[in-house]
């Protein structure tokens, strides 16, 4: 080898085992929220400590996975097991970024190649076709919803739950990274720096063109409608729904007869009587968002202008809308499926916790992927219920959803050009990939 691919070997080595280290310790993070955030128990403090002596952990045995290595898997205290889950996830949570580092920056584009039409394939979206020191913002966001999605596939498994705190997390980061970037870009272009994010695409996730000015309304409006629709319900003027339920659930329980063993009436909630009454109060909720985004598209529209005469749409309020927009797609598609559902069958059906998790999906990757993602998961959904049934000995336990989404955003990440490969041969238009050219 070339003295100068050393050195590139080496750059990029010292790359991975950073983002691997840097995997681990979101990991070890990871399981402190899966740990605390169920409990209702504080984040931040108190430190790290034993469950069952509470002696606090040394700064080395907090060191991610080699800790409990370290240790040998029991407290030094009072010889107790610490769980094998923590250094498991730790180390998983690495691997997962090292892959994607390694798939999108360091294996070269046509690492695996197939030819048909003449396009060139890899695991490279458009985007990482610049470099890391260019893209990097972006990659942080998506490594920043990749170990969300981990905390809340893991939570949801245990108590089919998910704590909106990491859904909001991921939304938040999406919200305010890329118009940020999008700034920094554009400020950086002024001063001769990079113009783009990736070689002839205006931006790593759908955004409204230059001149879209509705779709840059529509998204805020929605957002302005999303707020008022909060305090409305904060005021009591909207109901809440499903109030009642632990009310209902605790007087089914009683006339079921005293000390009725829970694992005897599992699936209470399906005869919940009123799924179908209390889908008018989620329409009546979802009012004001869609008002107010025809209200905002109609605004900036006859602000902004249209067509030709136009003015232009800075980059960063594009990004700001394709993350809102992504955001409303992943939530809607969820929160739509759910009430035509409830209406549909008579019971609820999906949960808002999905909802929040495929809106944090759309935040950080835009309306199309969570809408690929949300297709994906279906696959994936109905994959496991028919592995269940073949083993049905081993895999009694039924999943909640949200693992599944999870999962279907994580596999929609990492097959992207495989999934725009074949949209373009079933719709038949000319190959979406630009040409590939890295200096
Ligand atoms: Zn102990």
């Known amino acids: 080898m070339p003295s100068y691919q050393w050195y590139q070997f080496f750059a990029m080595g010292s790359w991975v085992l950073f983002v691997t280290a840097f995997g681990c310790c979101v990991g070890s993070l990871i399981n402190v929220l899966v740990y605390r955030l169920p409990r209702g128990l504080s984040v931040v403090a108190p430190p790290s400590r034993c469950p069952s002596c509470e002696t606090r952990l040394t700064w080395r045995e907090n060191i991610p996975v080699f800790g ?8 030094r205290f009072c010889k107790s097991k610490i769980s094998p889950e923590y250094p498991i996830v730790e180390a998983f949570v690495g691997l997962l970024f090292a892959l994607f580092f390694v798939l999108w920056y360091w294996l070269p584009p046509e690492a695996i190649a197939i030819h048909p039409h003449d396009t060139l394939l ?29 905390a809340m596939t893991l939570v949801d498994a245990k108590i089919s739950q998910i704590p909106l705190e990491l859904p909001f997390f991921a939304t938040i980061v999406g919200l305010i990274a890329h118009p940020a970037h999008a700034a920094w870009v554009q400020f950086a272009s002024r001063t001769g720096g990079v113009a783009e994010t990736a070689p002839g695409f205006t931006w790593v996730i759908p955004t409204p063109g230059p001149d879209a000015w509705w ?3 529509a998204p805020i409006g929605a957002m302005i409608g999303l707020a008022c629709s909060i ?5 009591g003027l909207i109901r809440r729904s499903f109030t009642d339920y632990e009310e209902w659930e605790r007087k089914a329980r009683e006339s079921m007869g005293d000390g009725a063993p829970e694992a005897n009436t599992p699936e209470l909630w399906v005869q919940y009587p009123h799924a179908r009454r209390e889908m008018l109060k989620e329409i009546a909720f979802l009012g004001p968002v869609i008002l107010l985004g025809w209200l905002g598209a109609t605004l900036a529209v006859s602000l902004g202008g249209s067509g030709l005469s136009a003015t232009e749409v800075p980059l960063w309020l594009r990004a700001i809308s394709g993350s809102i927009l992504g955001y409303l797609v992943g939530g809607g598609i969820v929160w739509g499926l759910r009430i035509f559902g409830s209406l549909a069958f008579g019971k609820e059906a999906m949960g808002l916790g999905d909802a929040h998790l495929l809106a944090a999906v759309g935040a950080c990757i835009g309306w199309i992927d969570s809408l690929f993602a949300f297709f994906a998961a279906a696959f994936l959904g109905i994959g496991w219920e028919l592995s269940r049934r073949l083993f049905s000995e081993r895999f009694r336990r039924m999943l909640p959803y949200g693992p599944f989404l999870a999962g279907g955003a994580v596999l929609v990440l990492l097959c992207k050009p495989l999934i725009e490969l074949g949209m373009t ?12 050219n890295i200096p």
């Open 68 to 75: 409990w290595l370290l240790l040998r898997g029991r407290c």
């Open 215 to 217: 779709w840059v309304g």
């Open 231 to 235: 305090i409305l319900l904060r005021t």
């Open 122 to 150: 890899s695991f490279r979206p458009e985007w990482a076709q610049n470099p890391v020191t260019i893209t990097w913002p972006y990659f942080v966001v998506v490594l920043m919803l990749l170990g969300s999605l981990v």
């Open 425 to 436: 041969l079933l719709l038949r238009v000319p190959a979406h990939q630009p040409p590939i």
